[in-house]
DNA sequence: CCTTGATCTCAAGTGCGCTTGAGAAATTAC
DNA sequence: GTAATTTCTCAAGCGCACTTGAGATCAAGG
C-alpha cells in the first residue's frame, strides 16, 4: 500500500492500522501540529508515509514523559513540506538521545539507591537518609532528595 | 515511631514541608490509602514519622509512572498501625526494584535503537524498520514495535 | 483573651490526553 | 446503484492527579 496513485496518500485508517493510535488520537495529534495531512477532494485526511514516523516518534517521546506540547516543540524543527531528511532526524533523535540518558541515570541511581538501602537494612531505622530525609536535610528543601533529584 | 509528646504526632503541614507535597495532595493521597493519619481532639490530622516515608515512596514509585491505584496496592502490603519493619519494605522495594530493572532496560533498548539508526543513516530511507515500521512488520501488529515494546 | 495562621470538609475547577457521540458527507464493496 | 464502511466536524465527556475556593473550626503566640 505504498502511496497508491490512485488514493494519493495515506489515510487515518492506514495511520491507525501502522501506528497502532486511534485515529481520535490522530486528529487530537493534528491539532498539536504533530501532523499536518493534506485533503483530498473530498475533505478527507491523507498523510504522507513520513508521517507514520512522525507519529511513531511522538509515541516514543511519550513514552519518556514528555508532555505533547513538548514533542510538538522537538517537531516544529522538522519540515512541513517535505519528508524529513536524515540530517533532520538526527537532529531530534539526538535531542531525544540526551533525554533518555538522563532519564537512564535517574532511574539507575534510585535503583542503586533502592538496592544498598535493602542491603545496609536501615529501611526500619530512624537514621535512614534515603526513606527518612529529615533532620539532616530538613534545612536543604523537600521530598525525598536522595532517592529523587531530577 | 516517636511521636513528639507535646504535638502527639506530625501534622499535614510538618509533612508538606519535609516531603515537598502540598497538604491538599497529602489529604488526596489519604483518599487512596496511601497515609492513613489519626485525629487529635480538634480532628486534626497527626501523623507518624514512618508517613514521610509512605509518601517518598509513593513520589518515587510515580517517577516511575506507576497509576497511584497501583501504589497503593503494593502499599497495601504494610502495617497500617505499626511502622514498617524492615522486611516489610524489602519487600516492596524488591517488587519496585523489578519495575526499575524492566523501565531501565525499555529505555535502553529504545536509546540504543536510536543510536543505531543514527549511525546508519538509514533514518530517512523507507527500510528503516525503527521509524518505519511498515511492510515487513505491517501484519505484525501495531505501534513502533522495534522501538517500543513494553 | 484575642488574633493570626493552620487545618478542617466538601464541592467544584484545572490540565492533560484522549474518547465518545451525533449527524452528515465521502468512499468503497458488491 | 445501492449498501456498508469510513471519515468528517464539533461539542461534550472521562480518568487521573491534583488544586482552588468557601466557610467554619482549631491551635498557638503575645
Known amino acids: 500500500m505504498p502511496l497508491d496513485p490512485a488514493r494519493q496518500g495515506l489515510t487515518i485508517g492506514d495511520l491507525s492500522e501502522r501506528t497502532g493510535l486511534a485515529p481520535s488520537a490522530i486528529r487530537f ?3 498539536h501540529g504533530i501532523v499536518a495531512p ?25 513514552k519518556l514523559g514528555l508532555p505533547l506540547a513538548e514533542i510538538a516543540g522537538h517537531m516544529a524543527g522538522l519540515p512541513a513540506d517535505r519528508a524529513p531528511s536524515k540530517a533532520d ?3 531530534i533523535g539526538t535531542e531525544i538521545r540526551a533525554l ?3 532519564r537512564i541515570d535517574a532511574l539507575t541511581r534510585l535503583r542503586d539507591n533502592l538496592d544498598g538501602c ?4 536501615c529501611l526500619s531505622m530512624e537514621t535512614c537518609t534515603l526513606w527518612n530525609p529529615d533532620d539532616r536535610l530538613a534545612t536543604k ?6 532517592v529523587l533529584r531530577d
Chains 1, 2 share one sequence.
Open 29 to 31: 495529534y493534528e491539532t
Open 38 to 62: 493534506l485533503r483530498n477532494a473530498g475533505g478527507h485526511r491523507r498523510y504522507a508515509r513520513a508521517d507514520i514516523r512522525r507519529l511513531s516518534f511522538a509515541m516514543a517521546a511519550q
Open 89 to 91: 532526524w538526527t537532529r
Open 100 to 102: 533518555l540518558d538522563a
Open 118 to 121: 535493602i542491603g545496609c537494612g
Open 141 to 146: 528543601g523537600t521530598g525525598p532528595r536522595l
